[in-house]
């Protein structure tokens, strides 16, 4: 059975098979604002998609960060840095790609169990 969270007519926000939660790509809430606030905004939203799912942040499997411009890594790992659990850092990897809004500066896919 697959359980879906926030389900719409193009997708869900999250995705429950096999005690795994499937969470779609996470998007900051202030367009235009700097990388660090953006990063903190998906955090919280992943958070608060993980809660929903009966899972929290040190059980994630997984993350796939998307950077629109790498030059923000640093910016984006201190904000990531400052939230990730000590000792339950998920396996990540960070990409650079064009997103769907050029306003958003990053955008995160994480996968955990639940």
Known sequence: MIERIDAGNRMSEACIHGGIAYLAGQIPITPGA?????????????????????????????????????????GMNRAWDAWVAAGEAPARATVEARLANPEWKVEIVVTAVV
């Open 34 to 74: 700097d990388i660090e606030t953006q990063t903190r905004e998906v955090l919280q939203e992943i958070d608060e998609l993980l809660a929903k799912c009966g899972s929290d942040k040190t059980r994630i499997l997984r993350a796939q960060i998307y950077l629109a411009d790498i030059a923000d890594f640093d």
